[in-house]
Nanobody, 120 residues
Framework: QVQLVESGGDLVQPGGSLRLSCAAS????????MGWYRQAPGKQRELVAT???????NYADSVKGRFTISRDNAKNTVYLQMNSLKPEDTAVYYC??????????????WGQGTQVTVSS
């Protein structure tokens, strides 16, 4: 069993900032990568940013220079610092965990999502 606890979603004005957090716990032997995806109404889920256990990051072009993903390996927690938010960033943000379980199986696991709304 694995749990992902997401937090930080909120209503914010354009130009504002938010920080999302996602903490993983449970039967995790090792983590390959963690990341954030988002899904706006009527659209498909899309990549926002990912980070590997070694710290390699990947960003969607639409968020480069505005969002920063980071990770605390000791706490199995990933963060997404979002600055200069735009209305088009409005979406449900989902945490993703790609890990190896204590039974040596690899899994791709999703959080429940946290709502980010950018509006004046």
């Amino acid at each position: 069993q694995v749990q992902l606890v997401e937090s930080g979603g909120d209503l914010v004005q354009p130009g504002g900032s938010l920080r999302l957090s996602c903490a993983a716990s449970g039967s995790i032997l090792s983590i390959y990568s963690m990341g954030w995806y988002r899904q706006a109404p009527g659209k498909q889920r899309e990549l926002v940013a990912t980070i590997t256990s070694s710290g390699t990051t990947n960003y969607a072009d639409s968020v480069k220079g505005r969002f920063t993903i980071s990770r605390d390996n000791a706490k199995n927690t990933v963060y997404l610092q979002m600055n200069s938010l735009k209305p088009e960033d409005t979406a449900v943000y989902y945490c993703n965990l790609f890990y190896r379980s204590t039974r040596f199986y690899d899994y791709d696991y999703w959080g429940q999502g946290t709502q980010v709304t950018v509006s004046s």
